[in-house]
């Protein structure tokens, strides 16, 4: 049984949603998000709150109700808090500067990366080794992220890299130089 699924998504203030041949479009402060919903699946919007409905119970309606649910939860608060995921840079040289919608990264090799963000995230560098990427749609901001890190994965020696603030690196010890 899909608890999550099962569970009714609060709608805040200043949060409009329009539903119409399994088109969700959900508007707020921060902006809009469209999103087609699977035909398996059905939703019902009353009092301010919305249900995710399933035609029939089989294990992959039951999976999907509680994806679409989850979807639907991520869009709302999108559009009215937002998502920020924050990225940390460690090892001497390495660095990042903003130039207009591109981040250069200096991470060890011999050339610059010119990373360009894509459209809807909004990027912020902090003492040229913290990176504050944010945006309403909680997949793009994640997998921004993840694509930056890709750069220059930490290192388990040194701790060199591009981590994830809440990222806890587990460090190994180096060479002994016993004979």
Do not use: W
Not at 121 to 138: E, F, P, R, T, Y
């Amino acid at each position: 049984m899909s608890r999550v699924g099962k569970k009714a998504i609060v709608i805040p203030a200043k949060t409009s949603i329009d539903y119409e041949n399994h088109e969700l479009v959900v508007k707020g402060e921060k902006g809009t998000l469209t999103r087609i919903i699977h035909p398996a699946v059905d939703l019902s919007i009353k009092d301010n709150k919305i249900s995710v409905m399933i035609e029939r119970e089989d294990r992959k309606t039951r999976a999907l109700q509680g994806l679409t649910r989850s979807l639907i939860s991520n869009m709302v608060d999108g559009v009215s808090k937002g998502y920020e995921r924050i990225l940390e840079i460690n090892g001497i040289g390495y660095r990042a500067e903003m130039k207009g919608k591109t981040i250069v990264l200096n991470l060890g090799y011999s050339h610059a990366i010119d990373f360009v963000l894509p459209e809807g995230i909004d990027a912020k560098v902090d003492k040229a080794n913290v990176i504050k990427l944010s945006g309403i749609d909680k997949e793009k901001v994640g997998q921004t992220a993840a694509s930056i890190r890709k750069l220059r994965k930490p290192e388990p020696y040194k701790g060199k890299g591009v981590k994830y603030a809440e990222e806890y690196i587990q460090r190994k010890a180096g060479k002994t130089g016993t004979k």
